[in-house]
């Protein structure tokens, strides 16, 4: 339910999915991309400092990149 009332906001209004495709691409494409980046900072700065945590970020990060991959067009050729 959550999915399609969010994909039909992008069918309504063609401007918005392509600047949300666009700051999608520039911030997610890969694994050092800003928004990884930023996200793991974040991260970091909530979880209290050890071995346990950066093992956790690292799952985190990785699990986000997998989901952000499968969210994201596919890149032309």
Do not use: C, W
Request: cysteine-free.
């Amino acid at each position: 339910m959550f999915s399609r009332h969010f994909d039909e906001q992008f069918q309504r209004d063609t401007d918005l999915a392509s600047r949300v495709n666009r700051i999608l691409l520039d911030f997610f494409r890969d694994a050092v991309a800003p928004g990884y980046l930023l996200y793991e900072e974040y991260l970091a700065s909530t979880l209290p400092a050890n071995r346990a945590t950066r093992i956790e970020i690292r799952e985190e990060s990785a699990r986000t990149h997998r989901i952000m991959q499968n969210i994201l067009p596919k890149p032309s050729p």
